[in-house]
């Protein structure tokens, strides 16, 4: 795994039953390795803003501890996943069948995995296994920061989320301490549709 140099590319659109399978296989590891993490990017997307995270994205993104990403890559490629060489120093990435997994530990905004998040975490049937799904208004609010013009689809939806989910008002309000200005442009775009 180390001392070597490795370009592994993910399908662009991978199979639905092979991402069932990758999906099933990094849950059941973080549950049995007791590693706290939550569902992030298509996955929480398809839950909060109705996206298909089965066929919009190429990936399965997880948020998780930087610490523990020590402990998942080797139990990864013990599995046979390949761990491509160099990582990212925001994420670490794995694949398997053509899926890549991210395990993110910090997003835009210096947004990181937090008790709050995880006592919060919704626990839906994703392809068929429970899985953590991180809370509608810290997956609102890390998708308005995120957007930009080469992801101009996180700001819509954010707003997609603030529509159809059940918000708490006082748990959005403290989460846009992450970044206030995005916060506030994202609750006034939200109510003009």
Do not use: C
């Not at 990403?69 to 080797?74: D, F, M, V």
Request: glycine share 6%; proline share 6%; no cysteine.
């Amino acid at each position: 795994m180390s001392g070597t140099t490795t370009v592994v590319a993910a399908s662009s659109r991978a199979d639905p039953r092979a991402k069932r399978a990758v999906l099933h296989d990094a849950v059941e590891l973080f549950v049995r390795e007791s590693i706290p993490f939550v569902a992030i990017g298509s996955i929480a997307g398809s839950m909060h803003a109705g996206l298909d995270w089965e066929h919009q994205s190429e990936d399965i993104d997880f948020l998780v501890y930087r610490s523990d990403t020590e402990r998942i890559l080797p139990a990864l490629h013990l599995k046979g996943y390949e761990i491509p060489e160099p990582q990212l120093g925001w994420l670490r990435k794995a694949i398997k069948g053509g899926v890549q997994v991210d395990l993110i530990f910090e997003l835009t905004g210096d947004i990181h995995l937090d008790p709050d998040m995880l006592a919060r975490a919704v626990l839906a049937e994703v392809g068929g296994i429970l899985v953590p799904i991180m809370p509608a208004e810290d997956y609102a609010i890390s998708q308005a920061i995120s957007a930009s013009p080469e992801t101009p689809e996180h700001w819509f939806n954010a707003a997609e989320t603030l529509k159809r989910s059940n918000i708490d008002p006082e748990i959005f309000a403290r989460r846009s301490s992450w970044n206030p200005d995005r916060a506030r442009a994202l609750a006034l775009f939200a109510r003009s549709f």
